[in-house]
Each structure stands twice: as structure tokens, then as C-alpha cells.
């Protein structure tokens, strides 16, 4: 059984998910941070790049939208013919008005990704207006995909595409007939609302704390669901008795205490921001993020094991494939990732650990493709990017150090202020007042404040120091007279 947990007091809106008490997914969601991805917007083409085959669309958002020319929908009709993409250049020009779709939010310096290949989803279906295609979920039998596959092409127009999702499955022609109708008029809806609009302008906005708790309410084996917040209890008790009765069962959670910290869950959100996670076997994972990868490595640490070598490494390394799954979708870690496992020798292992990972891996809704072993031992992989990780969310670069977990050290810091004073030489000033760190006017002063008197008489000035208190190694030059 399941247990989900929802913050929805507050602007920043938060839920977990436990299964069999140990937490399997953390969600957060702030005003200012909230995902794209979903959303249509009108936009207007800015620039056409040829040897990116991409176009640059204002979508209104601080960075232009990314859209490649494979998805466009001519370029997708192209593909389900056989045929060669048709450039960027017939497909879009400068200035020209543009009904698009984020598929990807903005990451770093990349602004969000775009399609104009439009998805509505539906229970039973994802509805594209112009995709040209049908499609139906692996998940059902091969021969009702046959069956959906030959009707869904009756229904549709030659532009048309449609994706029946697993759900559509046994649900009946005339369900499915009657959700293909309401999706074509909301986007009969939205191409009126773009006519009236001034590009840049969002038509459609998906608000991402409710589309994921529904998803997993829909996909989700069941269980009780505890919400601090009346509104948002009604919301979703509304949503469940109109669809999963019986399924789950709703709790108004009116304590004094956070809701987190009832049910003991408030540290969780802390530790999955930590590089460091242990094992139960007393190895560790050191998991470090950049904005093109995340590397992972794998190390021993206090496991030494009782059996052979190979066996112990073999043990930690599939300890540290499943968690690594886990934190995944916990981090909500997405790119791509390389882990560093602990060398093996034998291929068999390397297989037994790939499979504890795969397996793992089916909890995660999320896309990932492992791309195996490389000649060094490292496992690539990349999972799919949907939304920014909890590491975004909830961080911002130290402005210290910039994100490197480093900083200038007191002996750069007094080596770089020497430097600065020397400027001074040969000008008029009698004086300049140097306020700084203890340690880096230790430094800048030398043993018993030789190399402090030497300056002084090099550069024939006063120096005067001044120790104050910063959060790191610095200094500041003040009065100069």
C-alpha cells in the first residue's frame, strides 16, 4: 500500500511518497519555479539557425524557446513516410506566429524545448492535432493494439495523430470517441485564443502540483493520502470519488505540528540534497551534479564483508545500483549520469549489477536509458528530463565559490592583496587602512610581521591592518590618505 503526504499550505507546495513506510518519491513546487513543460504558448520565430536545423521562438519567458526542425509536423509526417526531413528553413521563417508546446524546461544557459507538434492529453488518450500518427501503448495485448491501431486510424484526419494510453484499454468505442471529441474542441479552443492573442502569449498552462498528484493517484496501487490544507483536500476528495472510489482513502490533517514532522518524513527533503548517502552495509555513494552530467562514485567505505574480494565488491556494488535507482527519482537527477562502481573483474558480475539496477529501475515512471559498461568500468545512462531536480529547486550556487565547493584559499588572498598594493607605488599616499580576516593578514603580515615592515618601507607607506569577521578568507582595502 501507498502513503502519500501533502504539504498545500503556503505558496511552496510539497508531497511525498511512501511505500511500505520507506519514501519513494519527493515533489516540491514553488511560484517561481514552476515547470513549463506542458505548457502552449503563441509564440513569434526570432531566428531561424540552418546549421543548428532549429528555430529560436519568443514564448514570452526569459530565454527563447529551442525548436528543432524534426519536430515540426511536416517533418513528423516525413518520418511515418519514409521520406527526408524537410529543412528548417521551408518549415519556419523570421517573424512568423507559431502555436508551440515545452516539452523541456529551460536548463542553465539552454532556454526550454519546444515542439509545435501539440499534445492534449486525455485519460484514454494523448490527442496531437497535427501528428499524423497512432500510436498505442505496450502495455496492452498485442492484438487489442491491433484493434485500437485499426480504429483510431478510422477516426482520425489525414493530419491528425493520437496515442492510446494504457487506460484506453477495454474502456469502450463510445468512451473513447466522446474524450477524442473534447480534445479536438479545446484545441479548436486554443487556435480561437490565438487568434485574438499578441504573440508572445500562454494559451495553456498546466499547473504541474496537481498533474503530478493525479498521475500518481491514477497510476498508483492505492492506499491513504494525508493533506494539511482544506481547499486542495477537497480538490483532490472530489477528484477521487468521481473516478478511484474505494481506492484511496483521504485524511484532513488539521495538527499543530507540520505535517512532515507527524509523520516522519520532515529530514528526507535534507538528505537528498547531501553528496554523500551510506548504504546499510556501511559503503557510500558520492553523488556530485554539474549542468551537463552527474557522476557517481561507488566506495567501500567501512564494508569489508566476510566473504572473498570479489563477492564483497559484487554485494556492494548491487547495494549501490539499487539505491542509486532510487536516488534518481528521489533527486529527480536527470541527463546524463555516470556511475563509478567499484572495479570487478568478471563480466558476470558487471551483469548481475546491470540487472539489479534495471530492475530497480522499474519504479521509476521516468524514461532512462542505460547504455551499459564502458572499457573503464563506469555505467552510462541518461534519464529523461521533465522537470528541474530537487537540487535546483531548492539550491542556488554558493556565491562564494560559484558552485565548486571550493574557495581561494588565505595564502591567494593575501598574495593577491600584495599585488593590489603595489599599484600604489610611487603615488602620493602616506597611508591605506587594509581591513581583512585574520588569516589572510597572518599571511599577508608574515612571521612577526616581517614581510608586512618590508612592504612598508618598499612602497614607503603605512600599512595599517584591521581584523574583522567574514564567512570566508578576504579583504578589503579602506581608507587611503
Known amino acids: 500500500m501507498e502513503e502519500i503526504i501533502v504539504h498545500g499550505k503556503g505558496r511552496e507546495k510539497r508531497w511525498v511518497l511512501r511505500k511500505d513506510q520507506k519514501v519513494a518519491g519527493l515533489f516540491t513546487y514553488q511560484p517561481q519555479e514552476e515547470t513549463l513543460t506542458g505548457n502552449i504558448y503563441f509564440g513569434k520565430v526570432v531566428k531561424v539557425q540552418k546549421g543548428l536545423g532549429a528555430a529560436f521562438v519568443d514564448i514570452g519567458q526569459n530565454k527563447n524557446g529551442y525548436l528543432h526542425e524534426k ?14 526531413a524537410i529543412p528548417i528553413s521551408k ?35 494523448v490527442y496531437m492535432p497535427e501528428g499524423h500518427y497512432i500510436a498505442v501503448s505496450k502495455k496492452i ?8 491501431k485499426r480504429t483510431g486510424k478510422e477516426w482520425k484526419t489525414e493530419a491528425e495523430g493520437a496515442v ?5 484499454s477495454g474502456a469502450g468505442s463510445e468512451t473513447l470517441i466522446e474524450e477524442l471529441d473534447t480534445l479536438r474542441s479545446r484545441y479548436q479552443a486554443l487556435e480561437g485564443l490565438s487568434r485574438r492573442s499578441k504573440a508572445p502569449a500562454l494559451l495553456f498552462r498546466e499547473d504541474a502540483f496537481y498533474k503530478d498528484l493525479f498521475e500518481q493517484l491514477k497510476t498508483g496501487e492505492g492506499g491513504s493520502i494525508a493533506v494539511d490544507d482544506f ?10 470519488e468521481a473516478h478511484y472510489s474505494g481506492k484511496w482513502v483521504m485524511e484532513l490533517y488539521q495538527g499543530r505540528e507540520n505535517i512532515f514532522q507527524h509523520f516522519g518524513v520532515s529530514s528526507v527533503w535534507k538528505n537528498a540534497l547531501k553528496k554523500v548517502v551510506w ?31 570479489a563477492q564483497t565488491v559484487l554485494k556492494t556494488n548491487k547495494l549501490a545500483a539499487v539505491e542509486m535507482a532510487k536516488q534518481l527519482t528521489l533527486r ?16 558476470t558480475h558487471r551483469e548481475e549489477v546491470l540487472r539489479a539496477f534495471s530492475e530497480a529501475l522499474q519504479e521509476d515512471s521516468q524514461r532512462t536509458t542505460v547504455l551499459g559498461f564502458t572499457s573503464l568500468g563506469v555505467l552510462e545512462l541518461t534519464r529523461k528530463r521533465a522537470r528541474p531536480s530537487l537540487n535546483e529547486y531548492l539550491t542556488v550556487p554558493c556565491p562564494v565559490c560559484s558552485g565548486t565547493g571550493r574557495i581561494v584559499s588565505p595564502e591567494s588572498k593575501a598574495f593577491q592583496l600584495e599585488r593590489e598594493l603595489w599599484e600604489y607605488q610611487g603615488t602620493d599616499t602616506a597611508e591605506i587602512v587594509i581591513e581583512g580576516t585574520k ?43
Open 91 to 125: 518549415c519556419v521563417h523570421e517573424g512568423q506566429k507559431i502555436l508551440v508546446q515545452v516539452t523541456k524546461d529551460a536548463a542553465g544557459t539552454k532556454g526550454p524545448k519546444l515542439s509545435a507538434v501539440i499534445e492534449l492529453k486525455g485519460e484514454h488518450l
Open 141 to 148: 495485448d498485442e492484438a487489442e493494439r491491433r484493434d485500437l
Open 279 to 309: 548504504l546499510d552495509n556501511g559503503a557510500f555513494l558520492l553523488i556530485e551534479s554539474t549542468e551537463a552530467l552527474t557522476v557517481v562514485d561507488v566506495n567501500s567505505g567501512k564494508f569489508t564483508g566476510k566473504d572473498d574480494l
Open 71 to 84: 519536430d515540426f509536423p511536416q517533418n513528423v509526417a516525413a518520418y511515418h513516410r519514409g521520406d527526408a
Open 439 to 481: 588569516d589572510v593578514l597572518d599571511v599577508f603580515a608574515g612571521s612577526e610581521r616581517h614581510h608586512l615592515k618590508r612592504l612598508e618601507e618598499a612602497l614607503k607607506m603605512k600599512l595599517d591592518l584591521h581584523v574583522i569577521n567574514h564567512s570566508h578568507p578576504h579583504y578589503q582595502i579602506g581608507k587611503i590618505v
Open 332 to 347: 529527480n537527477i536527470s541527463g546524463i549520469i555516470l556511475i563509478d562502481f567499484i572495479d570487478m573483474k568478471k563480466e
Open 231 to 240: 481547499e486542495c483536500y477537497e480538490h483532490l476528495k472530489g477528484w477521487i
Open 164 to 168: 492510446f494510453r494504457t487506460k484506453a
